[in-house]
């Protein structure tokens, strides 16, 4: 990316450009792009295609003002944080189910970087409810964060199981991958009917008292631990939230296609 291009993507997530690639800054910026870049998979049911490279990625974010799911977000956040000069290694990582089974490999994306002051760190801004800042990558202890008690532990095999509250959310391979690695899983998720992501609509960001979510036509809507919902009735409604919540302009709403 070229400074206009990098300016660009700064003014769509709401944040200054870092004076040097440190760990406070590498903080701002997670923050900022969960703040401002939803969790997505609208592309799938609208019948847009996903491409993995840094240009069609930013291009999504920033142009189109739109988010996507894992490997899309922290596809092109890797990219922008590269070319802020953060050290940027993309990770593949297999989510677990809620029966504690591990999914298929390159089912996540996420990014280890590390910054010029000596931080070494787990980036994810793709994973929807998870860790609002950077774990640290090399911490086996509990790790507060604002989302929860976080833990990153190594395995017997020298992979890592990252843990929410006590919970495993996924399992990460520590070796370093393209982004072009991860078209299968891409494709696996877009495409299967044993993806969680065909089989359902959801659009995700977080806010500063909490959380705003729109799954189907039901809108949830989090803050200072409040929750409440609201039932949308008309696609007209269904296109104003996602404007008004995610910033999502589109010209029909996207359905869950029924199983053949």
């Known amino acids: ?4 291009r990098i300016d660009a993507y700064l003014r769509r997530i709401g944040a200054e450009r870092p004076a040097a690639p440190t760990s406070r800054a590498l903080h701002d910026l ?7 870049v939803p969790f997505e998979n609208l592309s799938i049911h609208l019948g847009q295609d996903i491409e993995l490279t840094d240009k069609a ?3 999504k974010v920033v142009d189109a003002r739109r988010g996507g799911f894992c490997y899309e977000l922290n596809g092109a956040f890797g990219a922008l944080l590269k070319a802020l000069g953060f050290d940027v290694v993309l990770l593949q990582a297999r989510v677990y189910d809620d029966a504690g089974e591990p ?7 996420a990014l280890r970087v590390r910054t010029e002051d000596g931080g070494d760190w787990l980036a994810d801004v793709g994973f929807g409810a998870h860790s609002e800042l950077p774990l640290a990558y090399a911490d086996r202890g509990e790790q507060a964060d604002p989302a929860g008690a976080f833990r990153v532990a190594e395995t017997p095999d020298g992979d890592l199981d990252i843990l929410k509250d006590g919970k495993r959310q996924y399992l990460a391979d520590p070796r370093p991958r393209a982004l072009s690695d991860f ?6 998720h877009r495409t299967s009917p044993d993806s969680h992501f065909t089989r359902s609509l959801v659009c995700s960001r977080l806010t500063a008292s909490g959380r705003v ?3 189907g036509r039901t809108l949830t809507t989090t803050a200072g631990g409040e929750r409440e919902t609201l039932e949308l009735t008309t696609e007209a409604e269904v296109l104003a939230a996602y404007e008004r919540h995610f910033g999502i ?5 996207p359905h869950v296609r029924e199983k053949e």
Do not use: N
């Open 1 to 4: 990316m070229d400074t206009e």
């Open 30 to 36: 997670h923050l900022a792009h969960l703040r401002s």
């Open 57 to 59: 990625l930013v291009s």
């Open 103 to 109: 999914g298929i490999p390159f089912d996540h994306l």
């Open 183 to 188: 078209k299968v899983g891409a494709w696996y």
């Open 213 to 215: 979510t729109l799954s």
């Open 249 to 253: 302009a589109l010209d029909r709403e």
